[in-house]
């Protein structure tokens, strides 16, 4: 049994429960720091808002610095105490066109009908913060897609699982079932890559546990 007590631990600035079992399974103790009002959850996804003629590396790495600076206001206004600060953002790019959490199922069924049989990258920008400095890292993968029959893309779409997840799919999944192949991270894919987030916990002077 893994001892939880004497694990490392970061605040974790992410709702996605995918990047917590990721560190856990790192051996990292991530303690949440969220927001906990409507006007800071709003102000979150404000900030996701797509520029125009905005590249999808240059969007998720902006993202990504603006959820760690809404995350480092957070800590210093409840007065928690110090310690490092990490977090994520996902992001799948068709080409230079962003696709982000489908907002419903219609919209998923759109995402997944334009993904299906073609080739896409998912791109996940992670961002450090520990004493005053930050790090910043980027996994770029590839994903390919068999194709998907619209009877095979409703009953997805049905299962529930594209909700909440950039492009409208779950690797960890179900999803995993129509992948031909990927190239690059697959935790990255998932949302939090390995081995760009240990060089950041690295370089911040962190033992990795
Ligand atoms: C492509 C893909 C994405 N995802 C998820 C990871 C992220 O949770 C989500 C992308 O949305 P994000 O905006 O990166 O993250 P989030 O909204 O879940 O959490 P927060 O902004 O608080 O950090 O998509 C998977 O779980 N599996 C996949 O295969």
Known sequence: ????????????????????????????????????????????????????????????????????????????????????VLCADTTVALGREIFGKPADAAEAAQMLQRLAGQRHRVLTAVALAHQGQVWQGLSRST?????????????????????????????QGRASQWIRRISGSHSGIVGLPAFETAQLLRAAGLALP
Do not use: C, N
């Open 1 to 84: 049994m893994p001892d939880h007590a004497a694990a490392p631990w970061l605040y974790l600035a992410s709702q996605s429960p995918r990047r917590r079992e990721l560190l856990a399974q790192w051996g990292w103790r991530a303690e949440l720091l969220l927001p906990d009002t409507e006007a800071e959850l709003h102000a979150l996804e404000a900030l996701e808002a797509v520029q125009p003629h905005e590249a999808p590396a240059r969007y998720v790495q902006r993202v990504t610095r603006l959820k760690l600076q809404a995350a480092l206001q957070r800590l210093q206004h409840r007065g928690w105490p110090p310690g490092p």
């Open 143 to 171: 994903v390919e897609f068999a194709p998907w029959s619209a009877a095979e893309i409703g009953r997805y779409v049905a299962s529930g699982e594209p909700l909440g997840k950039a492009g409208a799919y779950a690797i």
